[in-house]
């Protein structure tokens, strides 16, 4: 890969705002995302991430920020000019073109030649693995051959970074789950910058390099996948990916991040964890715990007290509900096949945890 | 199961005086046909014979003739020109973002809620100035104006049923705005344009108050020399025109219906592939 190639994909964001009368659909996000990396942006539905990637392809501008793609300042650009590649949600073929005239389209754009632009179609069609339809009308393709085909377009003039707008919700979940290691192949194969948008956390998790999650047009949190669940920094974070048990109480003294902090729980009873960020003495505190992170303990073993209200068999784990001695409803999970012991619904048993796996956050007011 | 046959008998009886009203409606013109086969010199009904001498008089009279070529003439221009404005009217009101587009809205509704005679008085008025009755130009301006609510009502459908998605992924594949409108939008709204025109045309061709107020003495369009034709000798060739006109609009309103069909059909198609029509 040369130095031309490592510039090339890298797609960067400055202090982007996107307002909508008094709302934030985007409120100053930074981030940068390196040549041929895949960063998928996660979030519920309005917590701006379309609105990001809209931005980045030139269907919305910005109220503030830059948009940079190669180095190069796109902010204001015309869609048509940033040689993006860009694949809906919907289809959107062009239902009046075959298949292989729809992958063209983009050469023809570009002043291509007829017959290079026919062999490099081609070449795209087989990379998606649809080389016999080419002649076929979109509508007499299955919805995961068609998107397959926006793929093809979206690729067939070798852009820099290929933008994908949930790409795969209109399909079933197994459809979904071969195209997600299928997209992943391809972009390993092709060494593209891919920005993904999605609100399945599983997806985000599987696919990405990265994930940028969001919420209410925020940046809550940058980073790897194992990064973003184990270590979560912010509360909406800890609650978004993944299962978690969520604990409120109150703390005592300030605390730094990473310090180990003891929680008077509501309830009664303390928690100990580790302030995931910076704590202010006398707030509102919520501690999150990982329910496959909580060890279930025979009666006089140290820890919280607690009572099974339900146990749920699912084969390769025992999910527990428990009550704890504040009132707490909590979550632990069994694996199976691991010699642990399996206590029955109304059972009082003890509740431990590593301090590192409780991770203190401040309480939304 | 009373209620059920309440009910059929009651639909029935809706249909039935729905079908009197359409028989009562077309009996006129339905009449006008045998009437314009008969050979004697007076409209009479029922005709006592059948002969085509009124339709073989009708092509021989130069000045039948000549008022036919000109509402053609004046039909095709008003039909291309209503067209054009309207599609651009109408992509310029469901996309753009133009001030006043409730303004704009109620002036091209204008034409159809404002009396033809009070139109026809008013450019009348105007074109007397200009010295633009009886001349080309002033046909196809008044029936452009009366054609264009009718065009832009049809565009409009079509480009609501239209994905405007699709221009976005054109746009992202490099296509201008220009580009974009000339191999996805225009090609996919098409068959409502034909069907505009098709309107527009019709229209044009059919109007018999403003032109009869924008007619001169040698230039004059097919209704005028009709209306001119009641007043001053009634042949059957009158009738013969009529049924010649009846038939031509039925056969555009038709091809028209035809086309529509077809749009809806791609629409559905475009549905199936998960693209909104």
């Not at chain 1, 146990?311 to 909590?330: D, F, K, P, V």
């Not at chain 2, 039909?75 to 054009?84: D, H, N």
């Not at chain 2, 219906?257 to 059909?265: D, F, H, P, T, V």
């Amino acid at each position: 890969m040369g130095l031309q190639d490592g510039v090339q994909g890298r797609v960067e964001l400055r202090g982007l705002v996107k307002r909508y009368g008094p709302l934030y659909a985007v409120d100053h996000v930074s981030l940068e995302v390196s040549s041929g990396e895949f960063l998928a942006l996660l979030g519920p539905s309005g917590s701006g991430k379309t609105t990001i990637l809209m931005s980045i392809a030139g269907f919305e501008y910005p109220d503030e920020g830059q948009v940079l793609i190669g180095g190069e300042d796109v902010t204001w650009s015309p869609p048509n000019k940033r040689n993006l590649g860009m694949v809906f949600q919907k289809y959107t073929l062009f239902p009046h073109m075959s298949v292989l005239e729809n992958i063209a389209f983009p050469l023809k754009m570009r002043g291509v030649g007829r017959a290079e632009r026919e062999e490099r179609a081609r070449a795209a069609l087989h990379t998606v693995r649809l080389g016999q339809m080419g002649e076929r009308r979109p509508a007499q393709l299955s919805g995961g051959q068609q998107q397959r085909v926006a793929i093809a377009r979206a690729i067939v003039y070798q852009p820099r970074v290929l933008l994908m707008d949930e790409p795969l919700s209109a399909l079933d979940k197994n459809l979904r789950e071969e195209m997600q290691i299928e997209i992943k192949h391809l972009q390993r194969e092709i060494g593209i910058t891919v920005i993904f948008v999605t609100h399945d956390q599983t997806e985000a998790l599987t696919m990405a390099d990265r994930v940028a999650v969001l919420d209410q047009g925020r940046l809550q949190q940058l980073g790897a996948p194992r990064a973003l669940y184990e270590a979560p920094e912010t509360g909406f974070v800890a609650g978004f990916i993944g299962e978690t048990n969520f604990c409120e109480g109150t703390l005592h003294a300030a605390a730094m991040p990473g310090e180990a902090v003891s929680v008077a729980l509501d309830g009664g009873g303390r928690m100990q964890a580790v302030a995931a960020q910076a704590l202010p003495a006398g707030g509102r505190i919520r501690v999150a715990l990982r329910p496959e992170r909580l060890r279930v303990g025979p009666v006089g073993a140290e820890g919280m007290a607690a009572r099974v209200s339900e146990a749920i068999y699912a084969g390769n784990a025992t999910t527990l509900l428990l009550e704890g001695e504040g009132g707490q409803s909590l979550r632990a999970r069994i694996p199976a096949g691991a010699g642990l012991h399996e206590p029955r619904e109304g059972e009082p048993v003890r509740l431990s945890w590593q301090p590192a796996d409780a991770r203190a956050f401040v309480a939304a007011s | 199961m009373s209620a059920a046959r309440g009910n059929r008998a009651g639909r029935m009886a809706v249909n039935a005086a729905a079908y009197a009203v359409t028989v009562f409606l077309l009996l006129p013109t339905l009449i006008i046909a045998p009437m314009s086969v008969g050979p004697e010199r007076l409209l009479s009904f029922p005709p006592k014979g059948f002969s085509m001498r009124w339709y073989a008089e009708y092509f021989q009279d130069a000045e039948w003739v000549r008022a036919t070529l000109f509402s053609a003439e004046a039909g095709v221009i008003s039909a291309v020109c209503a067209t054009v404005i309207g599609t651009m009217l109408s992509l310029a009101l469901v996309r753009g973002r133009l001030p006043g587009k409730g303004l704009v809205e109620l002036l091209v509704i204008g034409p159809v809620i404002v009396p033809h005679i009070a139109l026809a008085v008013a450019m009348f008025l105007v074109f007397e100035q200009l010295r633009l009755t009886g001349t080309l130009l002033g046909f196809a301006m008044a029936h452009t104006v009366l054609a264009l609510p009718f065009v832009v009502f049809t565009v409009l459908a079509a480009l609501y049923r239209f994905d405007a998605e699709l221009e976005r992924a054109a746009l992202s594949c490099g296509a201008g705005g220009f580009r974009v409108f000339r191999y996805v939008t225009l090609p996919l709204i098409a068959p409502g344009l034909v069907s505009a025109a098709l309107f527009a045309f019709v229209i044009s061709f059919d109007e018999a108050v403003v032109s009869f107020f924008i007619s001169d003495l040698d230039r004059k369009t097919l209704p005028r020399k009709m209306f001119e034709d009641i007043d001053y000798n009634i042949s059957p060739t009158l009738a013969a025109v009529a049924t010649m006109l009846t038939l031509l609009t039925i056969a555009a309103l038709l091809l028209g219906y035809a086309l529509k069909r077809g749009m809806e059909r791609r629409a559905r198609a475009a549905a199936r592939q998960g693209v909104e029509p």
